[in-house]
């Protein structure tokens, strides 16, 4: 069974910047599309970002400009580097991983608060 943990989150002030982590195991990491969702307080899970297994991105509009995923396959890694936080992008941030860009396997999520 796939394993995703996530990491890094926390609470910042307006403007400020977080690097998330997501360490995978029990999966051929190089092979997989890895991405990262949130979901805020009383909203459903919205997408942020993939990454495909050649590497390349995609973003929700919300987000682009701010935010960048990367990843390391030689650590089995995913990362997502959040930019000039606000306080709308408080939420929950799941690490996922898939076959396809339709992630089917999720972490347990790491907590983003943006607050002065």
């Known amino acids: 069974q796939v394993q995703l943990m996530e990491s890094g989150g926390g609470l910042v002030q307006p403007g400020g910047s977080l690097r998330l982590s997501c360490t995978a195991s029990k999966i051929i990491f190089s092979t997989y599309f890895m991405g990262w969702y949130r979901q805020a307080p009383g909203k459903q899970r919205e997408f942020v970002a993939t990454?495909?297994?050649?590497?390349?991105?995609n973003y929700a509009d919300s987000v682009k400009e701010r935010f960048t995923i990367s990843r390391d396959n030689n650590k089995n890694m995913v990362y997502l580097q959040i930019d000039s936080l606000k306080p709308e992008d408080t939420a929950v941030y799941y690490c996922?991983?898939?076959?396809?860009?339709?992630?089917?396997?999720w972490g347990q999520g790491t907590q983003v608060t943006v607050s002065s």
């Open positions: 996922g991983a898939g076959a396809t860009m339709t992630l089917g396997y």
């Open positions: 990454m495909s297994r050649s590497g390349s991105t």
